[in-house]
Every structure is written in C-alpha cells, then in structure tokens.
C-alpha cells in the first residue's frame, strides 16, 4: 500500500539494565526488538512502544501525544539501575511502511506486527504516500489498532487487540495481576472488532468495515 | 536513525529523589531468622533495597552481601550491619523487616509505611 508517516517519539536508553528496566516495566517478554505496552496498577495503557535493540542500545519508539506521561512513569522507576535516557524525537522522523521497501544505511527498519517500522533521521528525506485515510484503510482491513484510535489510556492491552503483546508466563510487572486475571477467568470485558459499517462507536472508520471495541460476548 | 546526535540531543531529566536518613526496625522473629542465617560472622551485612518493576511498581530486594558497589548508607540494628542503598532511601524509611512463619508465602517481609498498595505476594508495593 505505502508508507505513512507516524506521530511519534524516540528515546534511546543506553546502560547494561536497559533491557531488564523495560522488561520489567511492560506487558511483552523484553529481550530485543520487540513491541511491549506499559500500563498502570489498574492495566490501564500508559502507551505501546517499538523496541528497537541497536547493540549497545535501544530505542523506544512511542506516540508522541503519550511520551510525557511514558517518561513520568518510568523516570521515576530508575533507582540503582544503569539506566540513561535521551530523547531523540527532534532528529529522527519514524514511518510504517506496508511493504518491505530498501532503505539506506542511515535508516533503521524493523518488521514489526504493524508492518516495517522506519526510523530516518531529518537529513534522509523518506515520501510518505499514504494519505491518513489510506492508512485508517490499511489498518481496518488488518485489523491493526493505532494510538489515539483504539490505543488509549481508558482502555487495557487485551481489550483493544494488544493482547499477542501480553506475554502468559512472564513475571512481574504494573498490570500484570490484572491482566493475568483476566486471561485466567476469561473476563476481559472488551474486545477489538472488524464490522461491516455503519458501525456505531466506531474507532476507525473504513469505507466499507470499521474498527470497534465493544463488550465481549460470553459464550 | 541519528544517533550521532544523541550527544546533543536533550537528557530526559531522572529526578533523583532526596537522600533520606533511615531508620528501620526488625521484628522479633526476623532478628531470630536473621541471627540463624548469619551466625556468629557478623561481617557480612543484610542489604535492603528496592528495584523497580513487580505488580505495583518496585520490588523488594534483599540479599546477605559482604559488600556492595552501590552507594548505601551502613545502619547498625540490634547487632546486624544494614546496608540502605541511598537511591531508594525515601521508599525504605520506617520499615519493619518481619518474618512471617508460613508454609506457603512465608519468609522476610517489609511493612512499610510509605506504601500505598502492595500486590498479592507482599514482594512488590507502589
């Protein structure tokens, strides 16, 4: 289909803890690149980030209108850990492209469950060729929720079709007794859906189907 | 991406919360606990510290250490050398290290006052 140009943040966190910090903050087992959700005490999504390893460190790739309140909640989580954060957003621009496309060597791409994540810096001029109706398209017929859309802070990971980024056997984190609760009694109250329109509370709207999150049936 | 630039690209600030002097107890049980762990070699020390992640945020951690490269405050309880790593001083003042005697979920646990919540098995707290 193209490439769409994301509002998003990048943070880099250098230090030997990096990787164990984020794990042990997040909803996905964190071992490199991967994508991972924070939440609160109550499961409830902080933001759902891209984690790109780099080799000596990672980037965080988030939704800018989320960054604050992601670097309030995790700031003040560092204690004795090896942990320095810098924020990047202002040198790099990231897309989704749909297809794997060739890149330079300047720009970083990772295949994610979204498609391939493009992280260029200001000086590589990437065309984004999608329009933001293209890209609610694209995300419709796949079935992708976005932030700001059906990514939200009222809502919690399983109920808006993070849950593939909910790992079962991992330990500890915020929102982790919530969410396993959930999972275990098979009450997760919502759940992200695909419906022919017109689709009342729509949270992306497709020209012929729409995206919802609606109460789960019980079955 | 630019990583050239992360040099002059903007720190996100890590408030440091102030360093607080410490003072904490152990429960009857704990110190008879501890006495057994440690034996007569007082020379090594319990370490009580706090890392973050577990269900409510941070998480306990307590280990019987000779030393440690942390920065720490060193208290003197009942007889036992307490290492307090400064970084997490203002979440440990006024705790009580107790034992509690159980077959299942028993062990060292923390009261601490300056908890709001804490998760189901008593290891984590917000």
Known sequence: MGIYKLDSYVLIIRGKDRLSFIDGLSTNKVEGNCSTVFTTTAAKIIDLVDVIDM???????????????????ISKRVLNQDISIVDISSNNSVYLSTEDIVVGDKITKRNTWRGYLLVAPNSEVIESNMSEDE???YRVENMIPHQGHEITPSV?????GLGDLVHEAKGCYIGQEILARMRSRGRQGKELVKQTNPVEGATTKGKTHSLAIVRKKIE | MDCN???????????KPEVVQVALTISD?????LGSAFGDDRSHALLVGVLSGGCSGYMYD???VESTD?????LKVDGFRVL???ASSHLLDGIEIDYVDRLMGGGFKINNPNASSSCGCGESFA
Request: charged share 20%; net charge negative.
């Open chain 1, 55 to 73: 080799g000596d460190f990672i980037a965080i790739v988030g939704h800018q209108p989320y960054k604050d309140n992601l670097i309030q909640h």
């Open chain 1, 135 to 137: 890209f609610s398209e």
């Open chain 1, 156 to 160: 919690h990971p399983l109920a808006c």
């Open chain 2, 5 to 15: 630039t992360c040099d002059t690209a903007p720190a996100v600030v890590i408030n």
């Open chain 2, 29 to 33: 049980k704990a110190k008879e606990m």
């Open chain 2, 62 to 64: 307590l280990q019987i």
């Open chain 2, 70 to 74: 942390q920065d720490c405050q060193e």
């Open chain 2, 84 to 86: 307090v790593p400064n």
